[in-house]
């Protein structure tokens, strides 16, 4: 049975996750949880990226056609994002994912998400998706530097602990991203990487193309939108190539306010193969280290 449990549980992928605002008891989120998930509405099998056409997202407006006026703006946005996260010392969203990996598309997961900079810490709580109440904890450098997990109600055996190192087979068989990628900082981070590329190619090589204003139902006002795109071989998980899609908020009535809260990634086929959601974001809440402790989470149950 053990053996059977832990071949089961894929990490789900945990990408890839604020703003100063009203602080909340470190267990709310910023907005309560609606009963509904915001989706593309299309089955798995037909999902693809969000074409910057009318067909699946509209575009408001455009930047001008010129080099330089694209790659300022490219900069803006990155420079804004960074700006903006330099604020935030912890928060907790909430993080929705589902990716197509080994050949199939792998069911939409709904996760509580809570990060702390210092010292690095991640907090992961299945509330929706096939793997509800599953548990997870990373702090970098504590617990022999593993990955610490108790299973849920949508496990085989649900309240049972399992210590994992993060970068292990076990560990990244069924996921696209291993834990040290969750997190709108290292979004922000791979952004920057991918802007300094773009300059370096002195923007000849299309490697990153700013593409307006975007509607997604992600949002309730429009998202800025850049296009990556990505040459085959350059991803191990997209050996032909692809392009993804990088969303940043402009809602400044959001905790998300000018964060990239949105990520999806298509492969050479126009298939949709990575989704991930961060938003109804809560920031500066005062995360304590207890809320990090395996021990004191789960001594009670």
């Known amino acids: 049975m053990l053996k059977k449990m832990?071949?089961?549980?894929?990490?789900?992928?945990?990408?890839?996750?604020?703003?100063?605002?009203?602080?909340?008891?470190?267990?709310?989120?910023?907005?309560?949880?609606?009963?509904?998930?915001?989706?593309?509405?299309?089955?798995?099998?037909?999902?693809?990226?969000?074409?910057?056409?009318?067909?699946?997202?509209?575009?408001?407006?455009?930047?001008?056609?010129?080099?330089?006026?694209?790659?300022?703006?490219?900069?803006?946005?990155?420079?804004?994002a960074a700006r903006r996260y330099a604020e935030i010392d912890d928060y907790i969203c909430r993080f929705r994912c589902r990716e197509f990996v080994q050949g199939r598309h792998e069911p939409e997961n709904i996760l509580e998400f809570r990060y702390r900079k210092q010292p690095e810490s991640r907090y992961f709580k299945w509330v929706g998706g096939a793997l509800v109440g599953r548990e997870m904890v990373y702090v970098r450098g504590k617990y022999d530097d593993r990955l610490q997990i108790r299973t849920g109600s949508g496990d085989p055996i649900s309240g049972f602990r399992i210590s994992l190192d993060p970068h292990s087979p076990r560990a990244t068989a069924n996921s696209r991203r291993t834990v040290d990628e969750a997190g709108i900082g290292h979004l922000i981070e791979e952004f920057?990487?991918?802007?300094?590329?773009?300059?370096?190619a002195n923007g000849t090589g299309g490697f990153l193309r700013y593409a307006g204003r975007v509607e997604r139902p992600e949002s309730e006002a429009a998202l800025e939108c850049v296009e990556q795109s990505i040459p085959p071989g350059a991803e191990r998980h997209l050996p032909r190539g692809g392009r993804r899609f990088w969303f940043f908020n402009q809602d400044s009535r959001t905790h998300e306010y000018q964060l990239p809260m949105l990520i999806i990634t298509e492969d050479e086929t126009g298939r949709e193969v990575e989704y991930y959601c961060f938003d109804r974001m809560n920031t500066n809440v005062g995360l304590s280290t207890e809320e990090f402790d395996p021990e004191r989470l789960w001594r009670r149950r």
């Open 6 to 80: 832990m071949l089961w549980l894929p990490l789900v992928s945990l990408v890839l996750a604020g703003c100063t605002g009203p602080q909340q008891p470190a267990a709310a989120w910023s907005r309560p949880m609606a009963s509904g998930v915001p989706s593309l509405s299309r089955p798995a099998e037909q999902r693809a990226g969000p074409s910057v056409e009318p067909a699946s997202a509209a575009v408001v407006t455009r930047a001008s056609d010129g080099d330089s006026a694209e790659l300022e703006k490219l900069r803006e946005l990155h420079d804004r």
């Open 192 to 200: 920057g990487k991918r802007l300094t590329e773009h300059e370096q």
